[in-house]
């Protein structure tokens, strides 16, 4: 499944760098010697990350279409019988289909989420003594993040971005805990955490910020 949606996205990609190309002369309204604004700092909303900040830099290359880029963000999310907090980070480039740091892009780059999970309402059990207590673990992911995104121009900009993260996710989290003095093994399902199934995580998120 997650090839086949990794399939659309780049087809759908093509597509647009097609109509793109092809319209460039319809859509030439821009000022030719507009400045390029080439640092970009802002906040972003959605999954995986929830809320964030991130950063971007248009280089010289390519004819200012590729652009390094940072975000990362840090929450907490609360389910059923667990606890976890999060730090989500993700560095990598975008490279834009025209020429002044805006307009649609693909972006590739690699994350990682780093998760302090709790679990609160473990059941310990020893020579017939049974006892509710609390356990945690760490979990960590990394994934190789394939984005479609399009970014608006001037000093305030929107940008909105859909893709996917490719990466092994375990689907239980094993630990060792103690509670009253008792000391046990568990066998827990990874909380809900949003975006993240099976094979990676889904990416949708919204952007804004200021470029200058």
Do not use: H, W
């Not at 002369?25 to 964030?52: F, H, M, T, Y």
């Not at 490279?95 to 994350?111: M, Q, R, V």
């Not at 305030?156 to 996917?164: A, H, K, T």
């Amino acid at each position: 499944m997650k090839y086949l949606y990794l399939l659309s996205l780049f087809i759908c990609s093509a597509t647009l760098l097609a109509q793109d190309l092809n319209t460039e002369d319809s859509l030439a309204i821009d000022d030719p010697v507009q400045k390029v604004k080439r640092i970009s700092v802002g906040a972003k909303l959605g999954i995986p990350n929830l809320a964030g900040g991130t950063v971007e830099v248009v280089l010289p290359l390519l004819q200012n279409r590729i652009a390094p880029y940072f975000d990362y963000s840090n929450f907490s999310v609360n389910v059923e019988n667990s606890e976890s907090s999060l730090s989500y980070s993700e560095f990598g480039a975008n490279l834009y289909f025209k020429d002044k740091g805006k307009g649609f892009f693909i972006g590739l780059g690699s994350a990682q989420m780093n998760a302090d999970v709790l679990f609160t309402d473990l059941v310990f059990s020893e020579n017939g003594v049974t006892a509710s207590g609390e356990g945690s673990t760490d979990l960590a992911l990394n994934t190789f993040n394939v984005k479609l995104g399009l970014k608006s121009g001037g000093t305030f900009f929107f940008r909105f971005e859909v893709g996917y993260g490719i990466g092994s996710i375990p689907d239980q989290l094993s630990f060792t805990a103690t509670s009253n003095g008792i000391t046990e093994q568990f066998t827990e399902e990874i909380p809900a955490i949003p975006g993240i199934g099976t094979n990676g995580l889904l990416i949708g998120n919204i952007g804004f910020g200021l470029s200058f």
